[in-house]
């Protein structure tokens, strides 16, 4: 692993030294030498950037750097955390874009079959594609869920890029993908064959303004995921201080905090990456915020409670509510208060399900079935299983 990655900037070492104590940037462990690697016994957490952004539809040639996002981070004072923090340094272009993806698929892989979680900066999206085939040797299917303002489906048989990838995902072998959500994406964004085909995939589409009007409800997305990514675009430009993303709406600093540590409260969750970066030199502003993204995201890794311990009776609620000829079984955490669904399994359909399962919900879908509403989650997972 240590192949491909180089230590951070001399500039970030001697920022580091300036910093006040009990700072972030004190407490975590930094790849700062050639010569040495941190040590990653204990360690939860794993930073590490990747300067990728060959595949960028806008790509003219400029280079990345994550210092100023690094310098924001660093300044920022940890919570009431337990687990250890490293920083790895970044994956460098390599001689083909190739080269590049290569890299960070192993590096990945080699952090997930350690238990730690990597939180991967990086450029252009099309590079959650290594992100996702890190998991090949790690489990047979995974759900990713992405903070996007498009689908990025695109044409599977054409070139990759930073609009189009998830096709790629989808019909390369080996067929890990389980489930896709995109979480706040916007209409006009998206061509209305993408949209139908979302829907045709029973994948999850989560538009802006649902999700900004209780911001809560996306919760249980994050509770049954793998893999989450943020495209950086879909944070409203004029909160980043950046006017070259082109988005004037889009999630506000307070929203993409929320959703960022839903996501690392999540006891599955086990990579997280924020793509689309550009300089920030100009915007510490930009910089900031995006550090307390991460910083939220690891918050909420720190705070992970395990309540899905369904053998045990004592530890949660069961609520049965008849709608029509179906039963709709409800299950709610004694412990966090946190809800799911049971999807049964249908005996006389070959489906993917061999044994009923849990579907993570909120007490808003258990109270409309109290009105003999079935929840679309449900119905969703259901058809899913029936294909």
Known sequence: MIEFLTPVSKAIIAHRELLPKGTIGKQLSVHTSHEEFPDLTNVKVAVFGC???????????LDIHFDTLRMAFYSLFPGNWKHTMVDLGDIEKGDRIEDSYFALKTVT??????????????????????????????????????????????DAEAAINNKSYVGKIIVDKPYNLFNYSVVG???????????????ALYFDAHRLGVVTQEIKDVEPIFRNADL????????????????????????????????????????????????????????????????????????GVNFRVSDDDFKDQKS????????????????????????????????????????STLLPCTYGEYLSATNQEIPERWLKARRKNEV
Do not use: H
């Open 109 to 154: 892989a080699s952090l997930l079959k350690k238990n730690i979680i990597p939180i991967i900066i990086g450029g252009s999206q099309d590079v959650l594609y290594a992100q996702y085939r890190a998991y090949d040797s790690i489990v047979s299917m995974i759900n990713m869920v992405n903070i996007d303002t498009r689908f990025d489906l695109g």
């Open 51 to 61: 300067k990728e952004n060959r595949r960028d539809v806008n790509y003219m040639g």
């Open 228 to 299: 989450v990514t943020l495209d950086v675009s879909s944070i409203k430009s004029s909160e980043l201080g950046i006017y070259t993303n082109e988005n004037p709406n889009g999630f506000d600093g307070r929203e993409i905090c929320a959703i960022s540590r839903y996501a690392g409260i999540s006891g599955r969750v086990s990579s997280f990456s924020l793509f689309e970066m550009t300089d920030l030199t100009n915007s510490r502003s930009g910089a900031m915020l995006l550090a307390q993204v991460i910083w939220y995201f690891i918050e």
């Open 316 to 355: 949660y609620t069961t609520y049965k509510v008849p709608i029509d000829d179906d039963i709709l079984i409800f299950k709610k955490s004694n412990k966090t208060g946190r809800w799911w669904i049971e999807l049964p399994f249908i005996s006389n359909i070959n489906n993917k399900l061999k044994s």
């Open 185 to 199: 994406y916007q209409s006009f964004f998206n061509p209305p064959q993408e949209i139908a085909l979302m829907e």
